[in-house]
């Protein structure tokens, strides 16, 4: 019977000399990481905002209008509609000037807030993010107001009209601006263009 030859000391010494001879494959090493570090392959895609995610910081609270971002459908008409809510509620207390405030802060500081609100999901202009529906719907119905209850239910058409279908130029502010800048600013435009649409009408009747 044919024998294996012994491997004689020489052959042990060129074994040894050998990278990785004679030692166990490292437990994934046989499949490359072809996503490589900080690519969507290792990190996944979007994250998906939801009430956990909202609770793992105050400022994510925010941007996701305190919940109403959270809504499955429409959640940008869900913010505007808790935007027009808080306006009624808060309108009993907020002077004109107070309320002014409120609006140039919430708009300036919103661009970091949604800004870092966007970068954890990992998407540019999360649906999720209504806190700019929220500010420039404020905007609206505090340059309106006093207005009766079928006014401000036509304002919150006409903006969400603008809001939703982007017509230019508010289509160029959402596509030049990226980041918390761009996500705060095309409501503000669509909030403007609301606005001139409610003065027009108010001039024709």
């Known amino acids: ?9 020489a052959d042990d010494y060129v074994s040894a000399g050998q990278p990785g001879a ?3 494959a490292a437990a994934g090493s046989a499949a490359p990481n072809a996503a490589g570090p900080g690519k969507p392959g290792q990190l ?3 994250r998906r905002a939801d009430a956990p995610f909202m609770l793992t910081h105050p400022l994510h609270i925010i941007s996701l209008g305190f919940g109403s971002g959270l809504s499955r459908l429409a959640p940008g008409t869900a913010g505007t509609l808790f935007a027009w809510a808080a306006f009624e509620v808060l309108n009993r207390y907020f002077t004109v000037t107070a309320w002014g405030l409120l609006i140039i802060v919430g708009f300036f500081a919103g661009i970091g807030i949604t800004g870092f609100t966007a970068r954890k999901l990992r998407t540019e202009d999360p ?7 929220i500010v420039a719907f404020w905007l609206v119905l505090l340059m309106i107001t006093p207005v009766d209850f079928e006014g401000r ?3 919150f058409v006409v903006f969400r009209f603008f809001d939703m279908v982007k017509p230019p130029p508010i289509r160029y502010f959402d596509r030049r601006f990226k980041g918390g800048l761009g996500i705060m600013l095309d409501d503000i435009v669509a909030a403007f263009f609301t606005l001139l649409v409610i003065a027009l009408w108010r001039m024709s009747v």
């Open 1 to 9: 019977m044919q024998t294996e030859p012994t491997p004689s000391p």
């Open 22 to 24: 004679g030692q166990p």
């Open 44 to 46: 996944g895609g979007p």
């Open 127 to 133: 649906s999720a993010i209504v806190w700019d529906e």
């Open 153 to 155: 239910l036509w304002a």
